[in-house]
């Protein structure tokens, strides 16, 4: 393996979300040796994880192995690692598994969530990053309601029935919009103890509207047909608590706690542990949740061979607010730098990247989404069916998700979610502590996907 | 629900599997009330269990909810919940989350693996009844390439790519056939250092040949299509010890020592608890691995409204031996058990029960299974389409189980593996372990499916 790095510019791309994956497509045919790092040994379509977390599709289903996607790539290789150290002078990097040196570096290790100092939180309201994560959440939805199902007193039972969104953003609203079509329709038929429609969703935005991103517009057609489904909308709303499954919500002057047993987490995100590291290694800047500024290149300053690139980078040259942390920019970002990388062994100069936006999506059941696209604003069916082909045209271009749209196709007509599964050590320990009536969350247990 | 149980012939299934969903799902129009207990919310499709081992199908997709599946019949309850005793005088069954009482005992809880008074050997030869342990086996098939690719020493690189699987049943079959198209086919461009053609599996059974219940030459056609595969077969191999990643086989007086990573555990079955309970609540008698000795009608002796179904029933009232712990048996005698139930309200007599074998069925790979149907006995082509058939004939008796035809339509023409993902703590975890080459079993941590 020496050999071959030595044999020509040597491209290291960690992290194979949007950003790295891309990058390394399209550096699959360059005069270039690559190496993708990533601790998984698979490419998550994150987009679609709410999907999971609410038993609609399998994680095999948005999940691609590394391997496979670039194995026709000769000048590529996949390494099953994680990076803990960079040294730009030796442009060195250690693994935990050995070192890698580097020509050319693109750190593409995204963002993890962020309790904004109230990490203790954490165990009490989980966040949606992994496949993990959405297992543990479906697990604890599912979970919510066959406790509930043998729940004799009505207040703990309505508590299991109590489902707390914080975040009003697009995952959040996804999640909630998910959750309400469960319980007012796909369980519907199935408890004898308890009428899954009594259940409460409850949608909580610390800023004036739900969809921030979006044209108020959209915003207020999203809350309409979260309303219609089910779902109560709070904004202006902040969370200053979470305990023993109790929610404290602050309305303006008015305290508000809620007692529920299952609580997401779907607001804020903090940068990944490498933007630190390239903070005290290349001295880069970071901002408030730790994402690394980067030169209209998306090199970082005084090292134009480190690159940073999705929602690790903090992109500030075009429009009034920096780029969101969405897959178009990431792999719009991916294709630039991979281009710019090129260019420059032509010696070529290369243009500063600019992302053109291909607009803003969000899903809220079916049937019901909202599209931000260039002029046009759109909402219902419309919007939906443009989501739809949106993420299965990415889809795609992987391997065998074409099983997604008929999963899909399958679920729209007959309303079934078929993995709602519980799993995992918990799923039968949380059966005990539910009847127990004493719930606590089996934080050390990672769930099971099924 | 108290109420619910006294106004009718109150009837109980425990176990949710292929006798006791059949039996639920035959009561379901019937004059009496159900309640089907199972420790998991769904239903698995054991049969295809090696498929989501070696990555080619998700959990979910080989599972139902039983609540889905029974949400039609409204005089049935699903509970999710444990047996800990039954009270056969009483008429009464603890749970771990309370009572129950019922008038008629269907026990169907199945069996579990085997290790032969070795259960020390469970951690590093994992076997396959649950989710749990298909999603642990498929952790460690592609943990193993995975830490092959990255490994120097030639001699631990082998180790690495062998894979032991013990016992020659259909299981032992299936996951050796599939084992090998991963490493012969499926995986051949993925690696960068590692050739996956060098990979070794042997497949070790004690009896004179593979395959013991099907026909002499079935056995001899199913060793030849494995080992055109690439599969190495040893018969008449019993397995002495199996310590530190070492596989100790005694063939004849020949004793030898395979250095292998992965090691699986296809042999033997013993009975789940609920045997030993009737045993010593209502004088059941057991065999040597703890199945319940019943009637000509499936109850047990004196114990006229206890019945014993599936796997763990010891029926030795038809042919020479015993009836085979395979699905179609627990079907039947669910379907006849609830049948028997209903005559008895009307105080009709009913025949003893008969199975009418529809046949047996093993797939050793693409393209290739052998098949005995009465007088017939196929292989190759023909016996995989049977195959293929019969099993998607009783998913799609479920849910959403046509998913699993296009599924694998898709991966018959791209002989792709969409399902091949290292999830799970001990994914990361693994990784580290195998860089420093110690390799040790994380059997604390729960495997993360994906």
Same mark, same amino acid.
């Given at each position: ?34 190496? +993708? ?10 987009? +679609? ?63 993890? @969530? ?5 990490? @203790? ?10 496949v993990e994560d959405a297992l543990e959440m479906r697990r604890r939805i599912f979970m919510a309601f066959e406790a509930a199902e043998k729940e004799p007193d ?30 007012? &329709?796909?369980l519907k038929q199935d408890f004898r103890n308890i009428d899954t429609a009594e259940a409460k969703i409850l949608l909580l935005e610390g800023l004036d509207r ?8 959209? /915003? ?6 979260? /309303? ?41 995100? &903090? ?32 090292? /134009? ?73 759109? /909402? ?20 065998? &998700? ?43 247990k990672s769930p099971v996907e099924v």
């Amino acid at each position: 393996m020496a050999g071959e790095t030595q044999s020509s510019h040597q491209v290291v791309i960690i992290g194979g979300g949007f950003g790295g994956l891309y990058a390394a497509k399209e550096l699959g045919r360059a005069p270039v040796q690559v190496t +993708l790092i990533d601790k998984r040994n698979f490419h998550l379509f994150q987009p +679609l994880l709410y999907q999971v977390a609410t038993g609609t599709l399998s994680p095999a289903d948005i999940s691609s192995p590394l391997r496979g996607i670039l194995s026709q790539n000769k000048n590529t290789q996949v390494r099953l690692d994680e990076v803990v150290d960079v040294d730009p002078e030796q442009k060195k990097l250690t693994l935990r598994g050995g070192e890698l040196a580097y020509d050319t570096l693109i750190v593409a290790t995204g963002v993890s @969530h962020h309790y904004f100092g109230n990490d @203790h939180w954490k165990p009490t309201a989980p966040g949606l990053k992994t496949v993990e994560d959405a297992l543990e959440m479906r697990r604890r939805i599912f979970m919510a309601f066959e406790a509930a199902e043998k729940e004799p007193d009505p207040v703990a039972r309505q508590a299991w029935l109590t489902f707390v969104i914080v975040g009003g953003g697009p995952t959040g609203v996804e999640l909630a919009g998910a959750i309400a079509e469960l319980a007012f &329709k796909t369980l519907k038929q199935d408890f004898r103890n308890i009428d899954t429609a009594e259940a409460k969703i409850l949608l909580l935005e610390g800023l004036d509207r739900i969809l921030p991103p979006y044209p108020p517009e959209l /915003s207020a057609k999203a809350a309409e047909s979260l /309303s219609k489904l089910g779902v109560t909308t709070r904004t202006k709303t902040l969370v200053t608590n979470i305990e023993n499954n109790i929610v404290t919500a602050k309305q303006g002057d008015a305290i508000e706690q809620i007692f529920a047993r299952t609580i997401l987490w779907a607001a804020g995100v &903090k940068a990944s542990a490498m933007g630190k590291v390239l903070e005290q290694r290349a001295g880069a800047t970071l901002d408030r949740v730790g994402r690394v500024t980067v030169n209209p290149d998306l090199s970082i300053p005084n090292h /134009s061979d480190i690159f940073v690139i999705g929602d690790l980078a903090l992109y500030t040259h075009q429009g009034d607010k920096p780029l969101p942390g969405i897959a178009p920019v990431a792999i719009q970002q991916g294709q630039y730098v991979a281009k710019l990388v090129q260019e420059r062994l032509n010696g070529q100069p290369i243009a500063s990247f600019y992302y053109s936006d291909s607009g803003n999506l969000a899903v809220i059941g079916q049937n019901q989404a909202v599209a931000n696209i260039g002029r046009w604003k759109l /909402s219902g069916a419309l919007a939906w069916f443009i989501w739809i082909f949106a993420h299965i045209y990415y889809l795609i271009e992987f391997d065998n &998700k074409l099983i997604v749209l008929l999963q899909w196709g399958w679920n729209y007509f007959t309303r079934n979610r078929g993995a709602r599964l519980i799993t995992g050590e918990g799923s039968l320990v949380q059966v005990d502590v539910d009847t127990s009536g004493n719930y606590s969350v089996p934080a050390n247990k990672s769930p099971v996907e099924v």
